[in-house]
């Protein structure tokens, strides 16, 4: 992982991810797992081995991020107090979570008694809530909270001198460097981090602090876009990752056309950010739902769509949740947007707008066209000839096989595939109808 953020788009928000360089490492994957490569918010490693040296990472950094992810409470302290902190900021909390992976680490790897630790960085409540989830006795389990940037001078004695008064088998440390001087005098140690979970959680809230950083002196304008569970195949993982992927996709796309910023939210959901200017743009004059249309297109989906206005990123995204929940308890499906006052506007699903132009319906076709042969292509399975039929190209593009034949008939009809017989077969059911694409109409894109 590097620190130079040189090769980082300048209009894309940067969230510098300090921490150690493995779990920096860890994180900007996760980030990137988040969004497939699709994100239009990058993140930017700041990596220390030893955390008295994250005031001098992080002042490398000055002037190129938007915004700070911090590994831990104790980096983010010592960065606030040397004031090398200028950008909004917020660390990756441990939890009993945490606490409860390190256990089981403890027990699979070590073989340690887990009822007779030493726990730094929690408080003792979480403690007492980890251990009363996995029905384990907290009477031998020694605990010191985190009060501040000293409390790691203080967790090394706390945790030795119980070692060597033989009342506890293991430590257990939310810092590095703790670690490592037990380590060095003979004391186990086990290193808590956060969970897979929280880091997600704590690369959203990053992601729109980068996003508000760069909006601060214009209002902020959220969407939330979330698939209704029908859209869902909880029963096959495969099929709902793909359709989850599609979808983000499809409102990326959608979202750069008016300069705006997609965010997963969670599962099933995701933020929209733009500026109140690139909202006027995308809902024509707020007389349109955006996004909701190219979905319901290009998926076949119905998605729920609740736009917030505000003058900072959590002020617009409580409106964008009122939004949703509006849209739920009026029952219609409708859109609507919440301004900064609490006014509620209903947007209509579809605009009046003219037909498309031959040339709008060609550079569609080709677009479409051009999205198939990439995902031929990623799925490592592009035939010669390329020749598909709904059901293959409804599993590439995670449509619906309806959607799929009225998009193979579109580009039949544009002449970018031919139809060829169908293709009969024993039993009942529609023959399978196959095309051809015509993949040299994309000119070099096509090219291999």
Known sequence: MTESVEAVVPHHPVVGVVGPADLVKQIIELGAGLTRGLADW???????????????????????????????????????????????????????AALHST???????????????????????????????????????????????????????????????????????????????????GVPVLLMRPTTATIRESLRAAALLGVDSRLEETQVAIGIVELPP???DVSDPHCQHDRRLAVYRA??????????????????????????????????????????????????????????????????????????????????????????????????????????????????AMSTLDRLVTALREAESFPAPPVVDAGRVADLLAITPRTARRLLQTLAEMGLAWQLPPVRTVGPGRPRQLYRLMVEKLGSRSAT
């Open 42 to 96: 990058c993140l930017a490693g700041i990596a220390y081995t030893d955390e008295h040296d994250v005031a001098h990472r992080l002042s490398r950094a000055t002037g190129e991020i938007d915004a700070c992810l911090f590994a831990g409470p104790l980096p983010y302290d010592l960065a606030r107090r040397s004031g090398v902190v200028t950008v909004p900021s917020t660390y990756i909390p441990l939890s009993g």
């Open 103 to 185: 256990l089981l680490r403890a027990t699979l790897t070590d073989r340690c008694d887990v009822s007779r630790v030493s726990v730094d960085t929690l408080c003792e409540a979480e403690i007492t809530d980890a251990y009363q989830d996995i029905d384990v006795p907290v009477r031998d389990v020694h605990v010191m909270e985190y009060r501040g940037p000293e409390s790691p001078g203080e967790f090394v004695a706390f945790h030795e001198r119980l070692w060597r008064e033989g009342r506890t088998t293991l430590a257990v440390t939310s810092a590095q460097a703790v670690a490592h001087c037990l380590a060095a005098s």
């Open 230 to 232: 029908s859209a869902v």
């Open 251 to 364: 409102l990326w796309e959608e979202a750069r056309r008016v300069g705006a910023t997609v965010v997963p939210r969670d599962e099933d959901s995701y933020y929209v950010v733009a500026t109140l200017g690139g909202l006027v743009a995308a809902t024509e004059d707020f007389r349109v739902a955006p996004f909701v249309e190219r979905v319901r297109c290009d998926l076949g989906l119905d998605v729920d769509l609740g736009i917030g206005l505000g003058r900072t990123a959590r002020e617009a995204d409580a409106h964008a949740r009122a939004a949703l929940a509006h849209g739920r308890a009026a029952g219609d499906g409708g859109s609507h947007v919440v301004g900064h006052d609490g006014e509620v506007l209903p947007l209509p699903a579809l605009a009046c707008a003219a037909p498309p132009t031959q040339a709008e319906a060609m550079a569609k």
